[in-house]
T-cell receptor, first 112, second 115 residues
Framework: AQSVTQLGSHVSVSEGALVLLRCNYS??????LFWYVQYPNQGLQLLLK??????LVKGINGFEAEFKKSETSFHLTKPSAHMSDAAEYFC??????????FGKGTTLSVSS | DAGVTQSPTHLIKTRGQHVTLRCSPI?????VSWYQQVLGQGPQFIFQ???????GRGNFPDRFSARQFPNYSSELNVNALLLGDSALYLC??????????????FGPGTRLLVL
């Protein structure tokens, strides 16, 4: 069965600091992996996705993630945090390309 | 182009009542999925519909049902509401690609409160 584990329910960084949000997945077949962001009282917005090919994936707003099969990881990074990055971030996996299985989410706080 | 739209935005019901939530997909998208997001948790998959047929179902009781209409819009129905059904209900639409992953685009959600 597929599953997603997001390490750290809450991450706090200073503005300008590196952002690292961790995601590990479990899947019996090569997975499709996604990161979504959710701002307060809003739906989910796609940040980036991994399907096949290049393992380093670039997304919107300066975020990127690297698929590491040997570590079953898909961590999300951003070199320099902005105040506007404060939100809830969800990692998700899909094996058959249909239903998404989400992690519990990581709340990112950014301080000035 | 308009994104995924959902109605109503907020809803308050009492235990035992019935509720219907509505979703309109992005133009050209023929697949609609429903998710339940309880406060502090990630979204949980409820249903997926494609071309008016149920394509997948999550681990939810039979009180939950859905359907898709010829214009690809969808309704989620929940009967005999329980307090635990209080959540944000998200609808997502996607293109169905042969042999490929589907990127799901989410609407703003309907926040349901059961008293």
């Amino acid at each position: 069965a597929q599953s997603v584990t997001q390490l750290g329910s809450h991450v706090s960084v200073s503005e300008g600091a590196l952002v690292l949000l961790r995601c590990n997945y479990s899947s019996s077949v090569p997975p499709y992996l996604f990161w979504y962001v959710q701002y307060p009282n809003q739906g989910l917005q796609l940040l980036l996705k991994y399907t096949t090919g290049a393992t380093l994936v670039k997304g919107i707003n300066g975020f990127e993630a690297e698929f590491k099969k040997s570590e079953t990881s898909f961590h999300l990074t951003k070199p320099s945090a902005h105040m506007s990055d404060a939100a809830e971030y969800f990692c998700a996996v899909s094996e058959a390309g249909t239903a998404l299985i989400f992690g519990k989410g990581t709340t990112l706080s950014v301080s000035s | 182009d308009a994104g995924v739209t959902q109605s109503p935005t907020h809803l308050i019901k009492t235990r035992g009542q019935h509720v219907t939530l509505r979703c309109s997909p992005i133009s050209g998208h023929k697949s609609v999925s429903w998710y339940q997001q309880v406060l502090g948790q990630g979204p949980q998959f409820i249903f997926q519909y494609y071309e008016k047929e149920e394509r997948g179902r999550g681990n939810f009781p039979d009180r939950f049902s859905a359907r898709q209409f010829p214009n690809y819009s969808s309704e989620l129905n929940v009967n005999a509401l329980l307090l635990g059904d209080s959540a944000l209900y998200l609808c997502a639409s996607s293109l169905v690609l042969a042999g490929g992953p589907e990127t799901q685009y989410f609407g703003p959600g309907t926040r349901l409160l059961v008293l």
